[in-house]
């Protein structure tokens, strides 16, 4: 069986856990910053878990990680 190729803007976006969940950062934190709040966007640098229903496509998308 061939080998399957990663999905390599998957690969830079997500990492997988010891637990094996999937970890990303989040969004709405690159541009129109100024109309933003400091708490607002000091929440956002935190890194956030993906939903269960979502790591299937994830895993499909990483499959040697």
Do not use: W
């Not at 061939?2 to 969004?27: D, E, H, V, Y």
């Amino acid at each position: 069986m061939p080998k399957l190729k990663t999905n390599r803007g998957a690969a830079k976006r997500f990492k997988r856990t010891a637990s094996g969940r999937f970890k990303c950062g989040q969004s709405h934190l690159n541009h129109i910053l100024t109309k933003k709040s400091t708490k607002r966007k000091r929440h956002l640098r935190s890194i956030s878990l993906v939903a269960e229903c979502d790591t299937p496509a994830i895993k499909r998308m990483l499959p040697y990680s």
